[in-house]
């Protein structure tokens, strides 16, 4: 591996795994499951 | 009859079940080769402009109509257009959420279904005394000279492959597709690790190992800076962002109108955006060709991915190749091909759903109803893939449905929502409920750096020249010789270029361009009757207004 390859990879993994990892504990610390009652859709399906 | 509301059971599973429907089969077999084709490393700095400018403001914006639509029962796109704005035609954009999932569905259940006959012959050792590149196109039914083929075993794979994308999607939201994503997503992104530190560690005195793999991971990534000036990397970058995040199908606006109004999209259109990323650059990018490169050697390597695709390494080479590891060399094909079977089925569970959504909105379908329906279409369009894939059925469907469409949708839907719905009210639907900061330059990137992406990533498919120069092309034009038209492009599909042959050969035998022809003629009737039924649903809806 030429040193320019190493650094357009540690620099593109480190942006990439910074933001995919950042957002998704973001997610996982908010897990607002939803709830009954709240407002939205109210249609879809019918089970027999 | 009792109405139940279908809701995600948990925000992390809508999350995955968003990266499971952008992971496909590109990740690992179309980015690495694309990457290597154009610039290595450098084609990662427009790759990711593209990302950031085009891939993540489109999520923001299919997410934004997806929840919106939702507030008001639309649960498909055409629902969803429509209350974007008053014209009576909106809803008629969005009959491309319907006919693009549908269509798609159709060939890409049937790749699907290859990986998971893979998946059975790795583990059944097929590939130790039969090298695929006999067994693939036995396993196809082709035959030289045939333009037709009815295999047994793939069809039977497609069957059991349709049937468990129908068992899973008639469980629900919840159950099925939220559960198959906690799954398959998971469980890939694994078995991609587990190959990617296996092929990366070779060395260079294992048995058959001709070449460090490290070698394959520098065809990838060393940058050739030249590429940052030609147009053509430009171009794949943008086309390479655009599909990998199955952005323009519908689908992802299915899965955001079951979130609730004052929920957040921003952060999960994000989280899934990225996510997607990391499976695609730092898994799909480190694991085909360095273990390609490692048995096969480098010029072996540059040759097979010339095209832009490791299709044909991933599934005529690769198997070969882990024959050469032992008593793991089953394990490693089961992974192989598991990871890629994990990435189509979250995805072709991604196209499924909004076909229910819209026979369960519009004509008050059951949801089993609605899933047998979608596997009944699926099938039937399917097997017009298997059957004439010899003479380009296949192709036609991936040229038509998979891509062009999929630009046009999404290039229709980002005007409607930043020019007719606007901006203003855009914003806030996007913003409303956010759980991170949406940057305030993406208001102004909508409605004008995204449209024009889009619109550049659809010229160059309408009009692309011979030979991918542009320079030349554009010279010929301004001295008078005319637009010498790619046989790949749009038009030159239309119009045939190359093809100078009819109907039927010299013997009277039916030609490639008949199934061809045929083919789009099938596509346009499937648009055709979704637009019928698009229009019968609203006309029953004024009926009972």
Avoid at chain 1, 12 to 28: D, E, G, N, P, Q
Avoid at chain 2, 184 to 204: A, S
Avoid at chain 2, 276 to 305: C, D, H, Q, R, W
Wanted: hydrophobic share 50%; charged share 15%; with cysteine.
């Amino acid at each position: 591996m030429t040193s320019a390859a190493w650094a357009m990879l540690v620099v593109t993994w480190s942006v990439i795994l910074y933001f995919a990892i950042r957002f998704f504990l973001k997610v996982l610390r908010n897990p607002t499951p939803p709830e009954p009652g709240e407002d939205g859709p109210e249609i879809p399906f019918k089970d027999a | 009859m009792t109405a139940q509301k279908e809701q995600w059971a948990s925000r992390a599973g809508l999350v995955l079940a968003m990266a499971g429907n952008a992971v496909g089969l590109g990740n690992f077999l179309r980015f690495p080769a694309q990457a290597a084709q154009n610039g290595g490393g450098v084609f990662l700095i427009p790759y990711l402009v593209a990302f950031v400018l085009m891939g993540i403001p489109l999520l923001w914006v299919e997410w934004a109509i997806g929840r919106h639509g939702g507030q008001y029962g639309h649960h498909s796109a055409p629902g969803m257009l429509d209350r974007l704005g008053k014209s009576r035609l909106l809803k008629y954009i969005g009959v491309f959420g319907l006919f693009t999932n549908l269509t798609v569905a159709a060939y890409y259940c049937y790749i699907e279904s290859w990986t998971l006959a893979y998946v059975f012959h790795s583990i059944t050792g097929t590939f130790r005394s039969t090298p695929p590149t006999e067994f693939f196109p036995a396993y196809l039914g082709q035959h030289a000279g045939s333009i037709t083929a009815l295999p047994p075993e793939a069809t039977l794979f497609f069957v059991v492959t349709l049937a468990l994308n129908v068992w899973i999607l008639s469980r629900g939201l919840a159950k099925g597709i939220e559960m198959a994503a906690k799954i398959g997503v998971p469980l890939l992104i694994v078995f991609g690790l587990i190959l990617v530190v296996r092929g990366l560690t070779l060395g260079t005195d294992a048995p058959g190992v001709v070449e460090s793999p490290l070698a394959g991971l520098n065809f990838v990534w060393n940058p050739d800076l030249s590429g940052l000036k030609d147009f053509n990397v430009w171009l794949a970058a943008a086309g390479q962002i655009f599909f990998t995040l199955s952005v323009g199908m519908g689908s992802i606006h299915c899965y955001a109108a079951y979130v609730r109004k004052n929920r957040d999209i921003a952060l999960n259109a994000a989280s899934a955006g990225w996510m997607n990323e990391f499976v695609e650059v730092v898994i799909g990018g480190s694991l085909l060709i360095p273990i390609a490169t490692a048995y096969l050697g480098l010029a072996a390597v540059k040759g097979a991915t010339a095209g832009g695709s490791g299709f044909s390494m991933g599934f005529l080479t690769l198997p070969s190749l882990f024959n050469n590891w032992g008593w793991f060399a089953p394990v490693a094909g089961a992974m192989w091909f598991g990871l890629l079977f994990f990435a189509g089925i979250t995805s072709s569970l991604a196209m499924g759903q909004p076909i229910l959504a819209f026979l369960a909105d519009e004509f008050g379908a059951a949801r089993a109803k609605g899933a047998l329906l979608f596997g009944g279409c699926t099938f039937v369009l399917g097997m017009w893939c298997v059957w004439l894939y010899p003479g380009g059925s296949f192709d036609e469907f991936d040229f038509w449905t998979g891509t062009f469409s999929l630009v046009v949708f999404a290039l229709l839907e980002v005007i409607v929502f930043a020019w007719i719905f606007g901006m203003e009210k855009g914003w806030a639907e996007i913003t409303r409920g956010a759980d991170m900061k949406v940057p305030v330059v993406f208001r102004y990137v909508i409605p004008y750096v995204t449209p024009l992406f889009l619109g550049v990533v659809f010229l160059g498919a309408l009009v692309q020249p011979a030979g991918g120069d542009w320079g030349e092309a554009v010279r010929g034009l301004l001295d008078g010789k005319g637009w010498s038209l790619s046989a790949g492009s749009v038009l030159g599909k239309l119009m045939h270029v190359g093809d100078t042959g009819g109907w039927h050969g010299p013997d009277g035998e039916v030609t490639p361009r008949m199934v061809k022809d045929l083919t789009r003629i099938l596509l346009s009737l499937v648009f055709l009757t979704c637009g019928v039924l698009v229009f019968l649903a609203w006309r029953r809806k004024e009926r009972r207004a």
